[in-house]
Structures are given as C-alpha cells and as structure tokens.
C-alpha cells in the first residue's frame, strides 16, 4: 500500500530587535528512499537569502545553507511538497537473538552514512544514562530477539510516558524527561534511543511528519500537528533497520514522512544557526500534512 501526501511546513522567527545579519541550516525537504520518494518540492525563504546553498550532510539527509546579510525584523522559512510514502510488508521477525548482536555488528565492515556502528555510542545529546539503561534491561527478557527487545521497550515507554508538550522543551535532557516521564516525541524517542544503545542496539533519531487527517474509524495520533520524531534500530543483519514510534507504540508506516536521520536531535534539527541580535524573538512553527 502506498500514500501520497501534499505537505507543508513553515518555520518563523519574529525578533524583538532586529537581526544585523543571520545564517541559517534547513533541514526540511523529506528524503528520497526505498520507501518513500520527493515527487516535487521546494524550500524557499521571505526574503529571499543573499546567499544559498543546497547540498547534503554526511547521513544523506538534505540541507539547506542562507545567509541574509541586512536588518531583519522577521523571516520565515517555507516547504511545500509532495511526498509517495510505500507501506511496510512486515513478515516475519528474523532479527537475530539480542546476545548475539555483537557479533553480528563485528561482521559489518563498513563505516558509511548508514552503519550502525555510528548509532552504538554515546551522541552530542545521548550521554549514556545508568537509570535508563535499568529500565531498558528490565524490558528485555533472555533470549528475546533484537527485533522484539525493541517493540518491548518502545511499548513500555509508550505506557510511561504522558504526552504532555507543556512539560519539556527543545533543551530537555532525556533523563529530565524520563525522570517526569512526561513528554513529547522528541523526549520519548531520546529515551528510547538511549535504551537501546544500552542494550546494545544502535538506534537513530528521525524527524519527519505524520498524517494529520487519520483513516476513517481512526484515532488522531499525538504530534501531528507539528514536526514528528520516532526511532529506527538496527536489528542484525538480516532485518537491518527498523523504525518504530513510541509516542503512539506503533512501527512507523504509511503515516510517516521521513525528512531526517541522525544520531539525535542535534543531526537533524530542523532549523539552526546564528544571528547578531539582541532581545527575545518569538518562534512558530506550522505544519500541514494532507493525503492525495
């Protein structure tokens, strides 16, 4: 099964004093990847930067580089788009027995954008965290797969977690927020990548968007009016990676849209940069997800 989507997403920051100057990197164009293609789409910017650059990061995810070099009072950041997102098959779990994970990541080789061994360690915002790590581990029962370790914890995580997105902020710690354990997406997949990784399966972040209008008879899923985040895990070498969505403890499908994988948020933030200012500045930000 396969679903297109007409999205949009709009980034804005009004600033109390001007902005002197700013440079900016935009990672909002979704990737194109075996499960899911960028029909058309476009980032774009009001005003227009005095300088851009297109190009790609070292995770395959799409960037955008602008630069305004003039007095700016407010700016805005814009994609629109359309996105062919194909369905998961499922079958079988053929993930390998959660103890013999290490030997299978020996077997691998290679240290491209989509090795695991980038995922295994700790990252700019993943230090490891002992209280995490006991929680995961109490998830895991012997013998269980790598595949089924990691429905286990997304689930428990899910049951522990009250979505809550007055409770944190972008700057949470995932120990704050498991300690709460309240949350949004971005805290309860920083949790759930932080487990894993204790357990020794390495684990990345994705943000991307959801579907806004859920199929008839449906319940509306948590974070679909703004940008989404969910968890992939690499499961052995016969399954590979494996995405799944604890805030609503399900594998991502269909009504996910990817834009960007990394280690953690920090990889695939989607807007981030510098200005010369000073004051407050208000941000916003607005998206629009719309089957075909």
């Not at 809550?164 to 949350?183: L, Q, W």
């Amino acid at each position: 099964m396969s679903q297109s989507y007409d999205i949009t997403l709009k980034i804005a920051y009004l600033y109390e004093s001007p902005a002197a100057a700013s440079r900016t990197l935009l990672r909002m164009l979704p990737r194109n990847l075996p499960e899911q293609q960028l029909l058309y789409g476009v980032v774009t910017t009001n005003p227009a930067p005095d300088y851009r650059l297109d190009d790609i990061d070292f995770f395959g995810n799409p960037t955008t580089e602008v630069s305004h070099e003039r007095r700016l009072s407010e700016i805005e950041f814009l994609f629109r788009g359309r996105v062919l997102r194909h369905g998961d098959a499922g079958g079988l779990d053929l993930s390998c027995a959660l103890d013999s994970l290490p030997r299978e990541l020996a077997q691998i080789h290679s240290i491209g954008p989509a090795s695991p061994h980038h995922f295994l360690g700790a990252s700019p915002r993943l230090p490891a965290e002992p209280e995490i790590a006991a929680f995961a581990r109490d998830c895991a029962r012997p013998g269980m797969s790598a595949l089924a370790a990691a429905d286990a914890l997304s689930l428990a995580l899910h049951d522990a977690f009250d979505f809550d997105p007055e409770a944190t902020e972008v700057t949470t710690t995932p120990i704050e927020a498991f300690r709460a354990r309240r949350g949004v997406c971005q805290d309860i997949s920083h949790v759930m990548i932080t487990g894993l990784r204790a357990l020794g399966i390495p684990a990345g972040y994705v943000s991307g968007f959801l579907r806004t209008i859920p199929p008839k008879g449906q319940e509306r899923l948590a974070g679909a009016d703004a940008m989404h985040a969910w968890v992939r895990a690499w499961c052995g070498g016969e399954t590979g990676w494996v995405e799944f969505d604890p805030t609503n403890a399900i594998r991502a499908g269909t009504d996910h849209v990817t834009v960007a994988i990394g280690r953690d948020y920090s990889d695939v933030a989607p807007a981030k940069g510098s200005l010369r200012s000073e004051g407050s500045h208000d941000t916003t930000h607005q998206v629009d997800v719309v089957p075909v």
